[in-house]
Antibody, heavy 121, light 107 residues
Framework: QLQLQESGSRLVKPSQTLSLTCAVS??????????WSWVRQPPGKVLEWIGY??????YYTPSLKSRVTFSVDKSKNHFSLRLTSVTAADTAVYYC??????????????WGQGALVTVSS | DIQMTQSPSSLSASVGDRVTVTCRAS??????LHWYQQKPGKAPKLLIS???SLQSGVPSRFSGSGSGTDFALTISSLQPEDFATYYC?????????FGPGTKVDIK
C-alpha cells in the first residue's frame, strides 16, 4: 500500500522559506506512470494545486511560480517543496499527492496526511 | 486557467436522501474530472475518477456522470458517514483546479 508522509518546519517566519519533504513508501517515485504533486489548503478554505513533476517535467501554478521549487531525491524516494518569501497568506495545510496517470487522466489518488504550516513571527 | 464551479455550496439532508452535487467547468475538460470527499482534519479521499469510475472500496451508492463541462456526483442513499465536503478537480489542463466545494450536513 502506497503511503506518503510530509515532514518539515511547521512554523515559518514571514519573508523566510517554507520547506517540506514528502517521503514515499510502498512505491517508487521513479515510475513514469505517476505524477507527484503538492496541494495546499488554507484553514477553512478551498484546495489549491501548487504543481507537479511528471515524466521529467516540472510544472508550477502561475500564481506561485516565482517563489516555488520542487526537487526530487530518487535515492531516498522522496520529493520536496520550497516556497520562498512567505507571508501569512501561505499559512495552510500542505499535502503531497500521487497522480495515477496510467489511464491518462491523472487523478490524485494517494495523499499524505497533510502538514499544517503556519507563517508567523 | 479553467474555472470550476460547484452547486450548491452547501446542503442539508437526511439519512436515506438522494443527494446530487454538480460541478461545471469553464471550458470542456472531456472526462478529466474527479470527485473527492473531505472530512474535517483529514486529507481528501478520491471517490470517482474520470467522471464516472468508482474507486476501489468506495460504496456503490456513490456515482458520477457527465462529460464536457457539466458533471454530477450522486449519493443514492445518504449515510451518516457521508456528511462531509465534496470537491471536484479537473486534470485536463495545467494548472489543475479544484471546485470550491459542497458541504453536506445533517438536516
Amino acid at each position: 500500500q502506497l503511503q506518503l508522509q510530509e515532514s518539515g518546519s511547521r512554523l515559518v517566519k514571514p519573508s523566510q522559506t517554507l520547506s517540506l519533504t514528502c517521503a514515499v513508501s510502498g512505491g517508487s517515485i521513479s515510475s513514469g506512470l505517476y505524477s507527484w504533486s503538492w496541494v495546499r489548503q488554507p484553514p477553512g478554505k478551498v484546495l489549491e494545486w501548487i504543481g507537479y513533476f511528471y515524466s521529467g517535467t516540472t510544472y508550477y501554478t502561475p500564481s506561485l511560480k516565482s517563489r516555488v521549487t520542487f526537487s526530487v531525491d530518487k535515492s531516498k524516494n522522496h520529493f520536496s517543496l520550497r516556497l520562498t518569501s512567505v507571508t501569512a497568506a501561505d499559512t495552510a495545510v500542505y499535502y503531497c499527492t500521487r497522480g495515477d496517470c496510467t489511464t491518462g487522466v491523472c487523478p490524485l489518488d494517494y495523499w499524505g496526511q497533510g502538514a499544517l504550516v503556519t507563517v508567523s513571527s | 486557467d479553467i474555472q470550476m464551479t460547484q452547486s450548491p455550496s452547501s446542503l442539508s439532508a437526511s439519512v436515506g436522501d438522494r443527494v446530487t452535487v454538480t460541478c461545471r467547468a469553464s471550458q470542456s475538460i472531456t472526462n478529466y474530472l474527479h470527485w473527492y470527499q473531505q472530512k474535517p482534519g483529514k486529507a481528501p479521499k478520491l471517490l470517482i475518477s474520470a467522471a464516472s469510475s468508482l474507486q476501489s472500496g468506495v460504496p456503490s451508492r456513490f456515482s458520477g456522470s457527465g462529460s464536457g463541462t457539466d458533471f454530477a456526483l450522486t449519493i443514492s442513499s445518504l449515510q451518516p458517514e457521508d456528511f462531509a465536503t465534496y470537491y471536484c478537480l479537473q486534470s485536463y489542463i495545467t494548472p489543475f483546479t479544484f471546485g470550491p466545494g459542497t458541504k453536506v450536513d445533517i438536516k
